[in-house]
């Protein structure tokens, strides 16, 4: 990199140098100066120039313009070298952007900006921004017919997915390129290297997953020695050479065959110190690497030196004292270190030290935030948060053992907190920034949801996908990326605060809930209960045995005749669960709220069964719905802060497409719409007037949205959608819609399930309206029927409509669907009536409806009897 670069300076100086100005000539003299002598010192004088350049308010030629391109590469490239990753990266994105917005050429971009910035990207968990960077060079590529850099944006590419944990669509791209291109011996070695690491990654989850893994020991084990006979007697590749070592180590780790391990392991550090030239960085890693070999077989000692090592190598001036860590102002965004703290807390808990391993833990999620600060994509965020997640799990165990051992209930307290930070962490922090955003930023990041959505909609034609369009939507992006960063730097970042855990307790007890909050981890499920004041904390096993039976209760709501062809498993495995889920018994309040996590997503906990019996009749069976209303949250913290605003009076938009003389006709649908009719007025699209203009030209006048149409809750390759007259809108399209309902509801299939992430919960439509603004929602969990969804909604409205709270209603709708004499009982099945749950505040809308206007009446008789003819302050209560 140095040589070329310092090449290309010589050429680009001997080219343009006979008539430069002064300034020109003096950025390229720094920049010699510094390729000579490169040192974090010298950093300051690039930094210098890069400041002076730009104080200096003259018009720019092309050619000034470009030496300053080049003046911002050659700092990225020291400064990640020099572990400072943050701001390489945003010297690669200043001279990105501004050879981009100049038109500049007669300089490899690509080279020396694009795949270090991609690189950047990738190490720092920014996937998304990794991998527009790399597609755009691949279609520049493939434009320019270049066949070294579409290699190098395929392997590149295939890094960022495995990073990802995308590693099926690592090892399909890896496969393909391995058969369909011409690749040299080494190319090749290099592939099936990285085709080895995909398939160990996939061996090692599967370990931990208990699931069964398709790539086996000794198919991965073929893998690297396949590519070592490729890659041996290439000098240039002892890198990837030693890879293949290393990661055979690992292998052998998983199977504790640690004298082979040991032994590859040796021959990878053979390699690396036959290198000259030793990257910082690649030196800290292979310190780690033996690290976590040496803990494998419990020499703690040894591998908590190895780790001294990786401290010593990446923090500067970092000095040892006996049995510290590093302080955590010398810390910064770097995942080697995020790796050696998460280690070195793994040694103190086996070393029976829980609050020094809570200290590693914390300055890990110290830099985990550095990190998450660094991020634009909400996928980028989601897929970082799991690795936030498995670090929490390790720390609410370790505050359980010293709950038990010192009886302090802040260990609890400390426990939920973090369990609480994980929770809809990505919905939590869009929210916050749309609502702090300037107008420049709410447009940036609309327009940048525009494209994402854009992509997408391309990507599900498959084949038939416009390759260019997908390439201007993904150079868009990168546009309003690096546009987005500019502001949001200048800005600074916002952090949610903590959960006040005793307000949390007096609202708890104002309105007569208990609360249930649930952590769904890799070993454990774990239950913070909140009730009287207090909080507990319980567990249950994520085994298979447990899993298993939970699903099995899923599973009964796949199709409408699951549970009437069995009502005694249904019975049994219902009882079986809620004895699982740890509810509680007796209690003097009966509200419940839960904040589900992980599978318990897709549970209707409603339908659970309290006491089982041998009646097959449905309306007879004892269900949660009978001994609590029941509403659920994404979050306390959306629970604690609710806003308190004055209820407006309630009106619907309705959006009814029927679909009539289609497939896909909903023949009950107008007597749904002709139910809300009696109850509320509103304004009601139909037919063909029910599309998604009319919807969104609309929605913002009304204070109930609902929405009885199909839906999908998509699969891995599709996003969720729903389907208005005219056409079917993805979740994402709804992000940016201007709404602020009391309600939306969702009288459609599957609006609650979408592809599911632990931190973030189900990627639904219904996730898609809460990123739009709305704060109270009811939408459905399996496919629903139309006759019994119009029967549901008939009763839920009505109940509504005499002032009780959306919560309340929901509840009493379906007790008295039960107790309906007109409905079969086979239609009673909990299939048709549990499949809509309730999102959104829980207080009690009669009672607080009632109370208000008997203060009204009150106050307004005092009027009369006193002459008074005014009142200065009218304090308005909450209206359901």
Excluded at 432 to 457: G, P, Y
Aim: charged share 25%; proline share 2%.
């Amino acid at each position: 990199m140095i040589k070329k670069t310092l090449f290309f300076l010589l050429l680009t100086i001997t080219v343009l140098g006979q008539n430069t100005q002064s300034l020109e000539d003096s950025i390229y003299q720094v920049i010699d100066g510094f390729v000579k002598h490169p040192s974090v010192e010298a950093l300051i004088k690039l930094n210098q120039m890069d400041r002076r350049f730009w104080n200096d308010k003259q018009p720019k030629t092309k050619e000034e313009l470009l030496a300053i391109v080049i003046l911002n590469c050659n700092k990225g490239y020291y400064e990640s070298q020099f572990g400072k990753n943050r701001e390489a990266t945003e010297s690669y994105e200043k001279a990105w952007q501004l050879f981009q917005k100049n038109k500049l050429s007669h300089y490899d971009i690509v080279e020396f900006c694009l795949k270090p910035l991609g690189n950047l990207y990738t190490v720092q968990g920014d996937y998304d921004n990794a991998e527009n960077i790399i597609k755009q060079y691949y279609y520049s590529a493939i434009k320019e017919k270049n066949q070294s850099q579409k290699i190098a944006a395929i392997l590149n590419l295939s890094n960022v997915y495995q990073s990802a944990g995308k590693t099926d669509l690592a090892i399909d791209l890896v496969r393909k390129t391995i058969q369909t291109e011409k690749l040299s011996k080494t190319q090749k070695g290099i592939f099936v290297t990285n085709l080895g690491n995909n398939y160990l990654l996939n061996y090692k989850k599967a370990l931990v997953t208990q699931s069964q893994n398709p790539s086996g020991f000794k198919k991965i084990e073929q893998t690297y020695l396949y590519a070592i006979q490729l890659l041996q007697g290439d000098k240039t590749q002892s890198e990837t050479l030693g890879n293949c070592y290393r990661n055979l180590a690992s292998l052998y780790v998983q199977e504790r065959h640690y004298d082979k391990a040991n032994d590859y392991f040796a021959e990878a550090k053979k390699l690396f110190f036959a290198t000259v030239n030793r990257d910082p960085r690649k030196l800290a890693k292979l310190y780690y690497e033996e690290a976590v070999l040496l803990f494998e077989q419990q020499k703690r000692k040894e591998a908590s030196a190895l780790i001294e090592s990786v401290f010593s190598t990446l923090i500067p001036k970092y000095s040892n004292t006996k049995n510290s860590l590093p302080n955590q102002k010398s810390l910064y965004a770097e995942t080697i270190l995020l790796d050696a703290f998460d280690l070195q807390a793994a040694i103190y808990s086996q070393e029976n030290q829980p609050k020094k391993a809570l200290e590693a833990y914390g300055l890990a999620f110290y830099i985990e935030d550095l990190f998450a600060n660094l991020l634009i994509y909400e996928n980028s965020k989601i897929i970082t948060q799991t690795r936030v997640r498995t670090r929490t799990e390790k720390c609410i165990a370790l505050y359980d053992v010293l709950y038990k051992k010192e009886h302090k209930q802040a260990y609890i307290e400390s426990a939920f907190q973090l369990a609480e930070k994980t929770k809809s962490t990505v919905l939590k922090d869009y929210l916050l920034k749309t609502k702090t955003a300037s107008r420049a930023e709410k447009l940036h990041l609309e327009q940048l949801q525009n494209w994402t959505v854009e992509i997408a909609k391309e990507q599900q034609k498959g084949d038939s996908a416009d390759i260019v369009k997908i390439n201007k939507a993904i150079e868009k992006q990168n546009e309003l990326v690096l546009s987005l960063k500019k502001i949001e730097s200048e800005k600074g970042a916002t952090e949610a605060p903590e959960i006040n855990i005793q307000n949390l307790f007096t609202k708890l007890k104002d309105e007569g809930v208990v609360l249930l909050n649930y952590f769904s981890g890799s070993e454990k499920t774990y239950c913070f209960t909140f009730e009287n004041s207090t909080i507990q904390l319980k567990s249950f096993s994520n085994d298979k045995e447990t899993t298993t039976k939970i699903w099995k209760f899923i599973d009964y709501f796949k199709d409408a005749d699951a549970i009437v062809n069995d009502v005694k498993g249904y019975s049994q495995t219902g009882k079986i669960v809620y004895d699982i889920l740890q509810l509680p018994r007796k209690t003097d309040f009966k509200k419940l709220l839960i904040i589900p996590d992980g599978i318990l997503n897709f549970v209707s906990f409603e339908a659970l069964i309290t006491k089982e019996s041998t009646t097959t009749n449905f309306a007879k069976m004892h269900y949660l719905v009978q001994d609590y209303a029941i509403g659920y949250n994404n979050s306390v913290a959306f629970y604690l802060n609710e806003i308190e605003i004055e209820k407006p009076r309630k009106n619907v938009l309705g959006v009814f497409p029927v679909f009539e003389k289609t497939d896909d006709a909903l023949s009950f649908s107008k007597k749904e719409m002709a139910s809300i009719k009696r109850n509320f007025e509103g304004r009601f699209f139909e037919n063909e007037q029910a599309t998604f203009d009319h919807f969104k030209s609309n929605a913002s006048s009304y204070s109930i949205l609902h929405l009885s149409t199909h839906a999908s809750s998509g699969d891995v390759e599709t996003a969720a959608s729903i389907k208005f007259y005219d056409q079917d809108i993805l979740y994402p399209e709804l992000y940016s819609l201007k709404i602020n309902p009391d309600l939306v509801v969702l009288s459609a299939c599957e609006t609650g399930v979408g592809k599911l992430y632990k931190s973030e919960g189900a990627m639904s439509v219904a996730r898609g309206f809460q990123f739009a603004g709305a704060r109270n929602l009811l939408f459905s969990l399996w496919k629903v029927n139309d006759f019994t969804t119009s029967v549901f909604m008939d009763y839920f409205y009505k109940y509504c409509n005499k002032g009780e709270s959306y919560f309340e209603a929901n509840q009493k709708a379906k007790l008295d669907f039960l107790e309906d004499k007109t409905i079969s009982n086979t239609k009673k099945s909990p299939y048709y009536w549990s499949a809509f749950v309730y999102y959104g505040g829980v207080e009690s809308g009669a009672e607080t409806f009632n109370y208000g206007y008997l203060i009204f009446g009150f106050i307004a008789v005092i009027g009369l009897l006193l002459g008074f003819t005014r009142f200065k302050k009218w304090k308005k209560y909450k209206k359901s």
